[in-house]
C-alpha cells in the first residue's frame, strides 16, 4: 500500500526533524524539504490518471482546453507555493512565506486575467 | 427535447467536473484564489452551454495570455517554414547552376577546337536584387592534353610511368623552373567565348576558358 509508505516517510522525517531540530535547527528545515520531495515524487505516477479524467470531463462538458491548461497551472502554482511557504514559516522565516504567497497571488491573477476577460465578453454578448 | 437532454448532460459534467478540480485544490490561504478562477470557468462552460440550446455561439475569442503562447508557437512555425524556404531556394540555385552548367557544356562542344570538359556558371544568389538568378560569370575548362583521356571511346590512354630509380651518395640533380602552362589557344578560345557570352548575351570579359 502506498499510503503506508508515504505515511511512514512523513513520520520517520517528522521524528528524525524533532530529534535534529533541538541540535541543529538547519538540518530539521532541509530534512522536511526532503521528506516533501520524496512524498511528492511518490504520488507523481498517481496524477496521470487524474488528469485523463478530468481531461475526459473537459472534452466531454465541451469547454475549450486552454481554460483547463490555465486552471491546472493555477493550482500547480497553489500547491508549489504553499509547499515552499510552509517551509518557510517552519523554519521561522514568516516574512519570507508570505513573500512567497503573495507571489503566488500575483502570478494566479495573470494566468486568470484572460479567463476573466472572456467571461465578461461572454457576458456582455448575453446582453441583447 | 433533444436539445434540453444534452445541456442538462453537459450541466451534469460541468457540476461534476467543478467538484472533482475542487478537490484538487491546496489547502490554506491560496484556495480563495484558486477557487473564484475555477467559478470563472465554471461560468464560462454554463454560458457555453447554454448558448448551445439557443443555437448561438458565446464562446469569446482567446484569452490574450494563451494567444501570446500561440503566437511564439506561431513564430517558431515561421522561423522554420522560412529556413525550409531558404533552404529549398538554395537547392533551387544549385539545380538551376548545373543546369546551365550543362547547357554551356552542350553549346561549347559544338566548337570542335577546344576540348572542352566542364563549365562553372556563377549566378546572382541576392533575392533582393533585381538581377536574382542573373548569370554573373561562366568558367570553361579545357582539356589540357585532349589525347589523354579518350571521351569518344571511353578508353584511358594514359602513358606509362617510367621507373624511379633512386641513387644513393649523388648529388641530386637540379631541374630548371617549370614555366607557366600557356592558356589554350587564342583564337580558338576567342571563339569559343564569343559563341557562349552571344548565346547568354554576356559580356566577352564574363566569360573564361582555362585550362583543367
Known amino acids: 500500500m502506498d499510503i503506508m509508505q508515504i505515511v511512514a516517510i512523513g513520520l520517520i ?5 524533532v530529534v535534529v531540530k533541538s541540535q541543529r535547527p538547519e538540518l530539521g528545515v532541509l530534512l522536511s524539504l526532503v521528506a516533501g520531495i520524496i512524498i511528492f515524487l511518490l504520488v507523481l505516477g498517481k496524477i496521470g490518471s487524474i488528469m485523463d479524467v478530468i481531461m475526459d470531463l473537459t472534452a466531454r462538458a ?3 482546453m486552454v481554460y483547463l491548461g490555465t486552471i491546472l497551472k493555477i493550482i500547480g502554482i497553489a500547491y508549489i507555493a504553499e509547499f515552499g511557504a510552509q517551509i518557510s514559516r517552519d523554519a521561522g522565516e514568516s516574512a519570507v512565506a508570505t513573500k512567497i504567497e503573495f507571489a503566488a497571488k500575483i502570478m494566479i491573477m495573470v494566468l486568470a486575467v484572460p479567463m476573466i476577460v472572456a467571461v465578461l465578453q461572454m457576458l456582455l ?3 441583447p | 427535447m433533444e436539445v434540453i437532454r444534452s445541456l442538462i448532460q453537459n450541466l451534469i459534467i460541468i457540476v461534476i467536473l467543478a467538484v472533482f478540480l475542487e478537490m484538487l485544490l491546496p489547502a490554506g490561504e491560496m484556495r480563495r484564489y484558486v477557487k473564484m ?3 470563472l470557468l465554471i461560468i464560462v462552460a454554463v454560458i457555453q452551454a447554454a448558448g448551445d440550446l439557443m443555437h448561438r455561439d ?4 482567446l484569452p490574450s495570455l494563451t494567444e501570446k503562447m500561440t503566437d511564439e508557437r506561431l513564430s517558431m512555425i515561421m522561423e522554420s517554414g522560412k529556413k525550409i524556404s531558404s533552404e529549398q531556394e538554395q537547392k533551387a540555385i544549385e539545380q538551376y547552376k548545373r543546369g546551365l552548367a550543362n547547357q554551356v557544356m552542350a553549346i561549347a562542344n559544338i566548337n570542335k577546337e577546344l576540348p572542352v570538359v566542364d563549365a562553372e556558371v556563377m549566378v546572382n544568389s541576392e533575392k533582393e536584387g533585381a538581377n536574382y538568378g542573373q548569370i554573373n560569370r561562366i568558367v570553361l575548362f579545357v582539356e589540357k592534353e585532349p589525347g589523354k583521356f579518350d571521351k569518344q571511346n571511353g578508353k584511358d590512354n594514359a602513358s606509362i610511368i617510367e621507373p624511379v630509380t633512386v641513387r644513393v651518395g649523388q648529388k641530386a640533380e637540379q631541374k630548371e623552373p617549370v614555366e607557366a602552362e600557356p592558356g589554350p ?4 578560345a576567342a571563339g569559343l567565348i564569343k559563341t557562349v557570352a552571344n548565346f547568354y548575351n554576356l559580356k566577352q570579359e564574363q566569360v573564361d576558358c582555362v585550362y583543367r
Open chain 2, 185 to 188: 589557344p587564342d583564337e580558338a
Open chain 2, 58 to 61: 458565446y464562446s469569446s475569442d
Open chain 1, 13 to 17: 522525517a517528522t521524528v528524525l526533524i
Open chain 1, 125 to 127: 454578448k448575453l446582453v
Open chain 1, 62 to 64: 465541451e469547454i475549450n
Open chain 2, 37 to 39: 478562477v475555477m467559478g
